[in-house]
């Protein structure tokens, strides 16, 4: 069983996905952890983001975050270009996980889910909302102002139409423990619904 949680910046996505993972017979991953994998060992990835963003964006370790950060942050032809090189190694390293792993249930946070099309290719997938007033300030709290919040999100849906494309949606309006209880429901409703017969989708 696959699933897959999507959300705005700073809706608590993460957490709901490490509060998944807790449950037995599950196992995750993150879009962004593999992006920041390809960054650093991908030699492939790291060649081409370095001819088409330059030497400066190479650091010790592979690419430099904060460098090719600085490059694409506000130039939405830079952007696309990067995510050009990455979202297709991404896609085959996410399936290829999802492959190898034999536990009962994969659960994959990918932000870009729908921008990306890839919501029928998992049995679930999931929105997680927030209240905008929490989530603005879940985002200053990362260092992240409303005017930097608005660029990022130029290129993706609103936490509205995720929601609306989304199989189920989660609502964050609680503590973290209520985040937790939520995470456990939807643990068990998968548990029911994988022995029943028929698209789940």
């Known amino acids: 069983?696959?699933?897959?949680?999507?959300?705005?910046?700073?809706?608590?996505?993460s957490t709901f996905v490490r509060f998944l993972g807790e449950l037995?017979?599950?196992?995750?991953?993150?879009a962004d952890e593999i992006v920041h994998h390809l960054l650093k060992n991908d030699e492939s990835a790291i060649s081409r983001i370095v001819e088409r963003f330059g030497e400066d964006v190479r650091g010790e370790s592979g690419?430099?975050?904060k460098a090719l950060g600085h490059k694409v942050f506000g130039d939405a032809e830079a952007l696309r270009d990067l995510e050009e090189i990455l979202h297709p190694l991404v896609r085959v390293e996410t399936d290829r996980r999802i492959e190898a792993s034999?536990?009962?249930?994969?659960?994959?946070?990918?932000?870009?889910?729908?921008?990306?099309?890839?919501g029928d290719d998992f049995?679930?997938?999931v929105a997680v909302v927030v209240p905008e007033e929490?989530?603005?300030?879940w985002a200053e709290e990362r260092g992240v102002d409303e005017a930097a919040l608005g660029a990022i999100e130029t290129r993706q849906l609103s936490g509205e139409e995720k929601a609306h494309l989304?199989?189920?949606?989660?609502?964050?309006?609680?503590?973290?423990?209520?985040?937790?209880?939520?995470?456990?429901?939807?643990?068990?409703?998968?548990?029911?619904?994988?022995?029943?017969?028929?698209?789940?989708?």
């Open 1 to 13: 069983m696959t699933v897959a949680v999507t959300g705005p910046l700073a809706s608590g996505k």
């Open 24 to 30: 037995p017979g599950a196992e995750t991953a993150s």
């Open 63 to 65: 690419i430099d975050r």
């Open 102 to 118: 034999d536990a009962d249930v994969f659960v994959v946070e990918i932000p870009l889910l729908f921008e990306a099309e890839r």
């Open 123 to 125: 049995d679930y997938t």
């Open 134 to 137: 929490r989530r603005l300030a």
């Open 166 to 201: 989304a199989y189920l949606v989660v609502q964050n309006d609680g503590d973290l423990d209520k985040l937790k209880e939520r995470a456990a429901e939807l643990g068990r409703r998968i548990s029911r619904e994988r022995g029943q017969d028929g698209d789940l989708r």
